[in-house]
């Protein structure tokens, strides 16, 4: 995340080592769920994608959300609402946002590794395309099972609350240099 704050696609620029770290261990999760057997590669590619990519990188859909919900300017609704379509398809250029940019995936990796060890869900095992939306990838990349999809519902919940109080922020300074404009 820390390379979008100097103008270049992270995911882009890491992929080749994420991926040829956590894609063998995806790799060895569908064979094991494919025998029946238990997955155990918590953190592997699929787990990845389904915390910490919700959106797009740095979690954004969570902002969007947060600016129907909370945003009372017209041109911050304005912005929401043509990345909201391409979010969802973890398309989120238009809405990359500073600190809790890193932050959010951040947190969410975390909390969905935590409530993956703790049984809440399923490890994520099977490949899902990336511009899959939220919680259809993570019903279909735990193998159907709909608590990947409560748990990336709880994720996007905790995404809003982290951008909430950024977005309040920004709002307020943005209504103070109109006011001095």
């Not at 060895?28 to 915390?51: C, D, H, L, P």
């Not at 947060?66 to 909201?84: C, M, P, T």
């Not at 250029?93 to 940019?101: H, L, M, R, W």
């Not at 982290?162 to 922020?169: Q, W």
């Amino acid at each position: 995340m820390l390379f979008w704050l100097v103008g270049i696609h992270g995911n882009n620029m890491l992929s080749v080592v994420k991926e040829s770290i956590f894609t063998p261990l995806a790799l060895e999760s569908v064979e094991k769920f494919n025998r029946g057997e238990k997955t155990t590669n918590i953190i592997n590619m699929y787990a990845i994608q389904m915390w910490g990519e919700i959106g797009g990188s740095g979690c954004t859909l969570g902002l969007v959300i947060a600016i129907f919900i909370f945003s009372k300017r017209e041109d911050n609704k304005a912005i929401a609402s043509l990345s909201l379509i391409p979010g969802l398809f973890e398309i989120n250029e238009t809405v990359t946002f500073g600190i809790p940019f890193v932050l959010t995936s951040i947190v969410l990796e975390i909390v969905g590794y935590v409530l993956t060890v703790i049984g809440f869900c399923p490890v994520a095992c099977l490949t899902v395309p990336w511009t899959c939306p939220p919680l259809i990838f993570g019903f279909l990349a735990t193998g159907a099972n709909i608590m990947g999809a409560v748990t990336q519902a709880i994720l996007i919940a905790i995404s809003v609350v982290i951008y909430t109080p950024f977005l309040i922020s920004y709002e307020k300074y943005q209504n103070k240099q109109a006011v001095e404009a």
